[in-house]
């Protein structure tokens, strides 16, 4: 009889080993063999669940946010007062700090893959792409901080049209 997977424990493994291959290689200097040493498996085997190291990424950065979305929700549908749900979330966000430091690097890395985009003529080399991106990304989470405020206050849908136009403008060559 073959061998039963939980493919979605299995894809957890992978991601948590990645984050451990990826906080100590960098991105550049790690490949999907590095991750399914470290998951304890052959990198065929990764090939099933990850077909690049792009997808992996991706499910990566997504897992992260999703987790820390959760978060906010359910500090926002808290029992008790105002204050109590604050410093719950407060509670949280630090005991995710260690998570986040173990991301750090990857999302450096990440940044400094906008380099890249400079390189082929994609996007303008007038800007710093670490400071373009710390920029785009302070301006995400101002909009977050808004939406929590007051979620009613901006059409997300407009929102995101609005935000592909400004990030065209100021990168496009």
Do not use: N
Request: with cysteine; glycine share 8%; hydrophobic share 45%.
């Amino acid at each position: 009889m073959p061998k039963q997977v939980d493919a979605a424990a299995q894809r957890r493994e992978i991601r948590s080993a990645a984050r451990r291959v990826f906080a100590r290689r960098g991105v550049p200097g790690t490949g999907l063999g590095h991750v399914a040493r470290a998951a304890g498996m052959g990198r065929t085997s990764l090939y099933h669940y990850y077909a690049d190291k792009d997808a992996l990424l991706h499910d990566l950065v997504a897992e992260t946010l999703e987790g820390e979305r959760e978060l906010f929700h359910a500090c926002l549908r808290a029992e008790g007062s105002v204050l109590d749900r604050v410093q719950q979330l407060t509670d949280g966000c630090v005991a995710l700090f260690e998570d986040w430091a173990s991301l750090g690097r990857l999302f450096i890395d990440l940044r400094l893959r906008d380099a890249e985009g400079q390189r082929r003529g994609e996007v303008t080399a007038e800007l710093d792409p670490l400071l373009a991106g710390a920029t785009l990304i302070g301006a995400i989470d101002g909009l977050l901080i808004q939406h929590f405020l007051d979620s009613k206050a901006l059409d997300p849908d407009a929102l995101r049209v609005e935000l592909r136009r400004i990030v065209r403008a100021v990168l496009a060559p």
